[in-house]
């Protein structure tokens, strides 16, 4: 008999047992996040690869729910603000005037994700599941960040592209979306390489690491740096020899700072005299979104109601046009109102509170997925500081892809519980052993 091929045992171990397809259909699904970009219309509703891949993984899970007779579970601390955030965004989707296209952000940013987040929490039976989702995740930034990172470079070499720039771009439409992707992968990715006690795992996490961390350079995304240095800071603390890796990060970031190109684009942030700098530009447009917010408090713009809400507000000789205020709290002010702001408050309250939970108290490879999750949301948060962390098709995904995998492990105690209970249930004469 010949024997079974490593890769192929992994891949059988990884679609045995309950949700086998759709943990599969899952990862895949994951991989495909740049593909929101490929788009066409299925009579007049208009689609993507990545909406179909996530309707397909979502037909999978209903079939084997049925077929195998198992109630999902839906009940976590994340599932209250959940709905009431999309109660918030149908709302939404009847305060700005153009009602067909508020519904359409409504459903790709956040019916698809969320529903998609629900199916990780009942699939992602284990922790190399969950590894796998992330892997994904992996695949598709390693494909948008090498292919931004080429044109950057080819632009570089050839002297048609000044730093002080808006950075080329490939896949995506700005630069700065490699790096909102990438960054919160890559602080999962680094809990791995740090702390799994797999050394193959943790040498496949090292390498993504790297990878990723070269395209969010090339990417001259300046709040990518940003949330990338917070990350790393957060990550040292997590170890033991944190007082050695302190200092070598420190080391590590001002030798990146010895780097011509680098070094001039960071310097155009702390001139705020430069034209280029766009921190005093990101300050004019918190102000008006925030004139905005104060004739709209309640209900704000409305989805993808922004860009026409705050022109009366705006320069209307600024050469930029915004759709969104970038800053965390006023784009989800501005998209969703109050309710969909507190909302969105509450769902980060509860993943991080679950994720420090976790991280403190499970067992040794879900603890390194809780730890990653925690630190993939200190990227988003960082990062939205200055940017949209959220309202895009695949960073939505992104999101709750990664913070339904920090519940994953305690729907997985709920799933141990439920059965125990029925099996008790159907035996209700038989004795314990001694």
Same mark, same amino acid.
């Given at each position: 008999?010949?024997?079974?091929?490593?890769?192929?045992?992994?891949?059988?171990?990884?679609?045995? +047992?309950?949700?086998?397809?759709?943990?599969?259909?899952?990862?895949?699904?994951? =991989?495909?996040?740049?593909?929101?970009?490929?788009?066409?219309?299925?009579?007049?509703?208009?689609?993507?690869?990545?909406?179909?891949?996530?309707?397909? *993984?979502?037909? =999978?899970?209903?079939?084997?729910?049925?077929?195998?007779?198992?109630?999902?579970?839906?009940?976590?601390?994340?599932?209250?603000?959940?709905?009431?955030?999309?109660?918030?965004? #149908?709302?939404?989707?009847?305060?700005?005037?153009? /009602?067909?296209?508020?519904?359409?952000?409504?459903?790709?940013?956040?019916?698809?994700?969320?529903?998609?987040?629900?199916?990780?929490?009942?699939?992602?039976? *284990?922790?190399?599941?969950?590894?796998?989702?992330?892997?994904?995740?992996?695949?598709?930034?390693?494909?948008? @960040?090498?292919?931004?990172?080429?044109?950057?470079?080819?632009?570089?070499?050839?002297?048609?592209? &000044?730093?002080?720039?808006?950075?080329?771009?490939?896949?995506?439409?700005?630069?700065?979306?490699?790096?909102?992707?990438?960054?919160?992968?890559?602080?999962?990715?680094?809990?791995?390489?740090?702390?799994?006690?797999?050394?193959?795992?943790?040498?496949?996490?090292? +390498?993504?690491? =790297?990878?990723?961390?070269?395209?969010?350079?090339?990417?001259?995304?300046?709040?990518?740096?940003?949330?990338?240095?917070?990350?790393?800071?957060?990550?040292?603390?997590?170890?033991?020899?944190?007082?050695?890796?302190?200092?070598?990060?420190?080391?590590?970031?001002?030798?990146?700072?010895?780097?011509?190109?680098?070094?001039?684009?960071?310097?155009?942030?702390?001139?705020?005299? &430069?034209?280029?700098?766009?921190?005093?530009?990101?300050? /004019?447009?918190?102000? #008006?979104?925030?004139?905005?917010?104060?004739?709209?408090?309640?209900?704000?713009?409305?989805?993808?109601?922004?860009?026409?809400?705050?022109?009366?507000?705006?320069?209307?000789?600024?050469?930029?046009?915004?759709?969104?205020? /970038?800053?965390?709290?006023?784009?989800?002010?501005?998209?969703?109102?109050?309710?969909?702001?507190?909302?969105?408050?509450?769902?980060?309250?509860?993943?991080?509170?679950?994720?420090?939970?976790?991280?403190?108290?499970?067992?040794?490879?879900?603890?390194?997925?809780?730890? @990653?999750?925690?630190?993939?949301?200190?990227?988003?948060?960082? /990062?939205?500081?200055?940017?949209?962390?959220?309202?895009?098709? &695949?960073?939505?995904?992104?999101?709750?892809?990664?913070? #339904?995998?920090?519940?994953?492990?305690?729907?997985?105690?709920?799933?141990?519980?439920?059965?125990?209970?029925?099996?008790?249930?159907?035996?209700?004469?038989?004795?314990?052993?001694?």
């Amino acid at each position: 008999m010949v024997p079974r091929a490593p890769a192929t045992a992994v891949a059988a171990n990884f679609v045995a +047992g309950r949700y086998g397809t759709t943990a599969l259909l899952a990862v895949v699904t994951c =991989a495909l996040t740049p593909a929101y970009t490929i788009r066409w219309h299925i009579g007049p509703i208009p689609t993507t690869i990545l909406e179909n891949a996530i309707l397909l *993984t979502f037909a =999978a899970f209903v079939f084997e729910s049925i077929r195998d007779g198992v109630r999902p579970i839906w009940q976590t601390r994340v599932t209250l603000p959940a709905l009431v955030f999309l109660i918030a965004g #149908a709302i939404s989707v009847i305060v700005p005037e153009d /009602h067909r296209a508020a519904a359409g952000l409504f459903r790709a940013y956040m019916v698809e994700p969320i529903a998609f987040g629900l199916v990780l929490i009942n699939a992602i039976t *284990t922790p190399r599941r969950a590894l796998a989702i992330v892997g994904g995740l992996a695949i598709a930034g390693a494909i948008a @960040g090498l292919a931004n990172a080429g044109v950057v470079i080819t632009a570089l070499l050839h002297h048609t592209y &000044d730093v002080v720039q808006t950075p080329p771009v490939v896949i995506y439409n700005t630069a700065n979306a490699t790096a909102l992707y990438l960054v919160p992968v890559i602080a999962f990715a680094s809990s791995v390489a740090m702390h799994w006690p797999g050394r193959s795992e943790r040498l496949i996490a090292t +390498g993504f690491v =790297a990878m990723g961390l070269f395209g969010v350079v090339l990417s001259f995304s300046r709040g990518g740096f940003l949330a990338v240095a917070v990350v790393a800071i957060a990550l040292a603390l997590t170890h033991r020899k944190r007082w050695l890796l302190l200092p070598l990060g420190a080391v590590a970031g001002a030798t990146l700072l010895l780097v011509p190109v680098l070094r001039r684009r960071i310097e155009t942030e702390i001139n705020l005299s &430069d034209p280029h700098n766009t921190l005093v530009g990101r300050s /004019h447009l918190w102000e #008006a979104a925030l004139q905005m917010l104060r004739d709209h408090p309640v209900f704000g713009a409305g989805l993808s109601g922004f860009a026409t809400a705050i022109a009366p507000y705006w320069n209307a000789g600024h050469p930029d046009r915004f759709t969104y205020p /970038h800053n965390i709290v006023l784009n989800f002010w501005t998209e969703t109102g109050l309710l969909g702001l507190a909302a969105f408050a509450s769902i980060l309250g509860a993943g991080f509170a679950q994720a420090w939970s976790g991280w403190r108290r499970s067992s040794s490879e879900w603890r390194v997925i809780h730890l @990653g999750v925690l630190l993939a949301l200190v990227a988003v948060v960082v /990062h939205g500081l200055v940017d949209v962390p959220y309202w895009k098709n &695949d960073l939505s995904l992104e999101f709750w892809a990664l913070i #339904a995998l920090t519940f994953a492990a305690g729907a997985g105690s709920a799933r141990s519980t439920s059965a125990a209970t029925t099996t008790q249930t159907s035996s209700p004469n038989r004795t314990a052993s001694p």
